[in-house]
C-alpha cells in the first residue's frame, strides 16, 4: 500500500500544563538514537541517520525533542546536540530527563538525591550544549522523591530548567510532587498494549490540568506494522526489546493482531497502522502529545501524518474491538 506523500506541516500546538510552551501533537523521542552498549539500548544505531531523522522530523513541523541523560549513557544528548548545531531553522524545545544512572556496564540503578540530580543537570547541559533545558523530568520515582522534586525546583529557580515534570509517576507521587512545587507535566506509557493510566492517572491529570506527554503510542515497535514474529524472534540481546514479553509468546500474537485492525482502518485513508496507533493515543482528550521515536528519516516520514490525521468515535469503537462507541470510556478522562 502507498501512503500519502508528507508535506511541510502547519501542526496546531497546544499548551503543556501549567508553561508557556505550545507543542505540536507530535515529538521526537530519541531513545532509541541513544544506540546499543547500556541495559536498554535498541541495538546498533548509525548517528548520521540519527541526525537525519531529527532534521526531518523538524523540516515537517516537529517542534519539541524528547531525551534523557541514560539513554545510550549520555550519548543520544550528544547526538540531539549535533543535529541541532546543523539544523539551520528554528530551534525547537529540548526535554530530558534525570534520575536514571549508569555503571560501566551499562546498567542502570535509579538515584534522585539531590546531588545527583545536580550533576545530572549539569552534564546534560554540557551534552545538549545549552543554557537552560526547556522541560526538566524526572524520569522514574523512587523513596527519594520529595529530595529529589525539591532539587528540581531550586534547578528551575536557578534558571538551568525552565520547566520541571515527571515520568511514570502514579497519582500518589504526583500529589507529593505538587505538595513541593507544581508540576508541569506527565510522561506516561500509553498505547492500546498498555492503557493502565486511563483509569486513575489521566484522569487526574486533566482534573489538575497537567500536560500529558505519552511515550511509546506504538508499542516500542509492536504498532508499526513493520514488526512480525519472525522479526521479533530475531531481535538482537542489544536490543531490551528481546526480553519484553510483550514481544514473546503468548502476548505476542494477540499484539500483533491489534495490528490487523489499525492496518484495516488505515487503508481507508491510505494511512499506514502506526500512524493510527499514534492518532488512537492522542485522541484521548487528557494526551497533550506523543513522543514518537524514529531511527531515520524515512520512519519520521511514516509516523508524523499521525499529527493530523482523525479518527472517528466509531474508528476508535473499532480498533479497541468493541462494536459501538462508549463516550464514558474518554470523557472519564
Same mark, same amino acid.
Given at each position: 500500500?502507498?501512503t500519502?506523500s508528507?508535506?511541510?506541516s502547519?501542526?496546531?500546538t497546544?499548551?503543556?500544563?501549567?508553561s508557556d510552551?505550545f507543542?505540536?501533537?507530535i515529538?521526537?523521542?530519541?531513545?532509541?538514537i541513544?544506540?546499543?552498549?547500556w541495559?536498554?539500548?535498541?541495538?546498533?544505531?548509525?548517528?548520521?541517520?540519527?541526525?537525519?531523522?531529527i532534521?526531518?522530523?523538524?523540516?515537517l513541523?516537529?517542534?519539541?525533542?524528547?531525551?534523557?541523560?541514560?539513554?545510550g549513557?549520555?550519548?543520544?544528548?550528544?547526538?540531539?546536540?549535533?543535529?541541532?548545531?546543523?539544523?539551520?531553522?528554528?530551534r525547537?524545545?529540548?526535554?530530558?530527563?534525570?534520575?536514571?544512572?549508569?555503571?560501566?556496564?551499562?546498567?542502570v540503578?535509579?538515584?534522585?538525591?539531590?546531588?545527583?540530580?545536580?550533576?545530572?543537570?549539569?552534564?546534560?547541559?554540557?551534552?545538549?550544549?545549552?543554557?537552560?533545558?526547556?522541560?526538566?523530568?524526572?524520569?522514574?520515582?523512587?523513596?527519594?522523591?520529595e529530595?529529589?522534586?525539591?532539587?528540581?525546583?531550586?534547578?528551575?529557580?536557578?534558571?538551568?530548567?525552565?520547566?520541571?515534570?515527571?515520568?511514570?509517576?502514579?497519582?500518589?507521587?504526583?500529589?507529593?510532587?505538587?505538595?513541593?512545587?507544581?508540576v508541569?507535566s506527565?510522561?506516561p506509557?500509553y498505547?492500546?498494549?498498555?492503557?493502565?493510566?486511563e483509569?486513575?492517572?489521566l484522569?487526574?491529570?486533566r482534573?489538575e490540568?497537567?500536560?500529558?506527554?505519552?511515550?511509546?503510542?506504538?508499542?516500542?515497535?509492536?504498532?508499526?506494522?513493520?514488526?512480525?514474529?519472525?522479526?521479533?524472534a530475531?531481535?538482537?540481546?542489544?536490543d531490551?526489546r528481546s526480553r519484553?514479553?510483550?514481544?514473546h509468546?503468548?502476548?505476542l500474537?494477540?499484539n500483533l493482531? !491489534?495490528?490487523?485492525?489499525?492496518? %484495516? *482502518?488505515?487503508?481507508?485513508? $491510505? &494511512?499506514?497502522?502506526? +500512524?493510527?496507533?499514534?492518532a488512537w #493515543?492522542?485522541?484521548?482528550?487528557?494526551?497533550?502529545g506523543?513522543?514518537?521515536?524514529?531511527r531515520?528519516?524515512?520512519?519520521v516520514?511514516?509516523?508524523?501524518?499521525?499529527?493530523? !490525521?482523525y479518527?472517528?468515535d466509531? %474508528? *476508535?469503537?473499532?480498533?479497541e $474491538? &468493541?462494536?459501538?462507541? +462508549?463516550?464514558?470510556?474518554?470523557m #472519564?478522562?
Amino acid at each position: 500500500m502507498k501512503t500519502k506523500s508528507v508535506i511541510k506541516s502547519n501542526m496546531k500546538t497546544k499548551p503543556l500544563g501549567n508553561s508557556d510552551l505550545f507543542i505540536t501533537p507530535i515529538g521526537f523521542g530519541a531513545w532509541a538514537i541513544g544506540g546499543s552498549g547500556w541495559e536498554f539500548g535498541w541495538g546498533e544505531q548509525d548517528d548520521k541517520a540519527s541526525v537525519a531523522a531529527i532534521h526531518r522530523a523538524l523540516e515537517l513541523g516537529v517542534n519539541w525533542i524528547d531525551t534523557a541523560a541514560v539513554y545510550g549513557m549520555g550519548h543520544s544528548e550528544e547526538v540531539v546536540a549535533l543535529a541541532l548545531r546543523t539544523w539551520p531553522g528554528p530551534r525547537p524545545y529540548v526535554f530530558t530527563k534525570c534520575g536514571l544512572r549508569w555503571d560501566e556496564q551499562g546498567y542502570v540503578h535509579r538515584s534522585l538525591t539531590a546531588d545527583s540530580i545536580r550533576r545530572e543537570c549539569e552534564d546534560s547541559l554540557r551534552r545538549l550544549n545549552v543554557d537552560v533545558i526547556d522541560l526538566y523530568q524526572i524520569h522514574w520515582p523512587t523513596d527519594d522523591l520529595e529530595e529529589g522534586w525539591t532539587a528540581m525546583a531550586q534547578l528551575q529557580k536557578e534558571g538551568k530548567a525552565r520547566w520541571i515534570g515527571v515520568s511514570n509517576f502514579d497519582v500518589d507521587e504526583m500529589r507529593r510532587a505538587q505538595a513541593i512545587a507544581p508540576v508541569t507535566s506527565l510522561q506516561p506509557p500509553y498505547s492500546l498494549v498498555n492503557r493502565e493510566v486511563e483509569h486513575e492517572i489521566l484522569p487526574y491529570c486533566r482534573s489538575e490540568a497537567l500536560g500529558v506527554i505519552v511515550y511509546s503510542p506504538m508499542a516500542s515497535g509492536l504498532l508499526t506494522g513493520a514488526m512480525t514474529s519472525a522479526r521479533a524472534a530475531r531481535l538482537p540481546a542489544s536490543d531490551w526489546r528481546s526480553r519484553d514479553v510483550e514481544f514473546h509468546e503468548p502476548r505476542l500474537s494477540k499484539n500483533l493482531s !491489534l495490528v490487523e485492525r489499525l492496518r %484495516e *482502518i488505515g487503508q481507508r485513508q $491510505g &494511512r499506514l497502522p502506526g +500512524q493510527v496507533a499514534i492518532a488512537w #493515543a492522542l485522541h484521548n482528550p487528557a494526551v497533550t502529545g506523543a513522543i514518537v521515536g524514529s531511527r531515520s528519516a524515512e520512519q519520521v516520514e511514516r509516523n508524523v501524518g499521525a499529527a493530523e !490525521l482523525y479518527l472517528t468515535d466509531e %474508528e *476508535i469503537a473499532e480498533i479497541e $474491538g &468493541r462494536t459501538t462507541y +462508549q463516550p464514558e470510556l474518554v470523557m #472519564a478522562v
